[in-house]
């Protein structure tokens, strides 16, 4: 979505209706596709518990530079797509996004760009100090039953996954994760007047 005040004005409702306003349901080849890979059919049924849960749906959609939107709040679409949509839960536990995902070359963008990981509501959900899974694409975070984060935006994703611990399925994936979330450091300069003084 391109407008950035209509962006900050969208609440819940808003999001709610934008999706219900563009989502089809995922055509069977789609369906039976996605559990041929693993994924269990409640996780595209609904959020996990304790959510009355929104369904994996598809839509009409065009990725631009950031994020995406819908084909029908385009005068004239470029290079339309179909993806699959998922409504995203902010960490309160709130719809504040709605990601699309295209499961052929494995893409996620956000409409909003609000959030930087799909399943952020997990980050404070209970887990009896276990560390929170991070899974390295969309489709391992579908086949997980939504449990855990995958993250789109590592840069951002940073600031709120600091000081949990995490949890990864392979060493390779762990190290590109690490660095990936690795802040840089701010560029340090040395005070010419001081070091002269110190001369």
């Known amino acids: 979505m391109s407008d950035a005040l209509s962006q900050m004005a969208l609440g819940e409702a808003d999001i709610l209706a934008a999706w219900r306003e563009n989502y089809s349901q995922i055509r069977q080849t789609g369906f039976e596709w996605l559990?041929?890979?693993?994924?269990?059919?409640?996780?595209?049924?609904?959020?996990?518990?304790?959510?009355?849960?929104?369904p994996v749906t598809a839509a009409q959609v065009e990725f631009l530079d950031k994020g995406f939107e819908f084909t029908s709040y385009l005068r004239d679409p470029q290079r339309p797509q179909r993806a699959l949509i998922i409504l995203a839960r902010d960490i309160d536990c709130e719809i504040a996004d709605i990601a699309a995902w295209t499961p052929r070359t494995g893409e996620v963008r956000l409409w909003l760009g609000r959030?930087?990981?799909?399943g952020e509501n997990?980050?404070?959900?209970?887990?009896?100090?276990?560390?929170?899974?991070?899974h390295e694409t969309a489709l391992d975070w579908l086949k997980a039953d939504r449990r855990g984060v995958f993250i789109a935006d590592p840069a951002r994703?940073?600031?709120?996954?600091?000081?949990?611990?995490l949890l990864v399925d392979n060493a390779v994936f762990?190290?590109?994760?690490k660095q990936a979330l690795t802040r840089p450091s701010p560029p340090i300069?040395?005070?010419?007047?001081?070091?002269?003084?110190?001369?």
């Open 35 to 54: 559990l041929s890979m693993g994924v269990p059919p409640l996780a595209l049924a609904r959020d996990p518990a304790p959510f009355d849960g929104f």
């Open 174 to 177: 762990g190290g590109k994760l």
């Open 122 to 134: 997990n980050i404070l959900a209970p887990r009896f100090d276990e560390p929170l899974p991070v």
């Open 115 to 118: 959030l930087s990981m799909l």
């Open 189 to 199: 300069f040395v005070n010419k007047d001081a070091r002269r003084a110190a001369a």
């Open 157 to 165: 994703a940073s600031f709120q996954l600091e000081g949990h611990s």
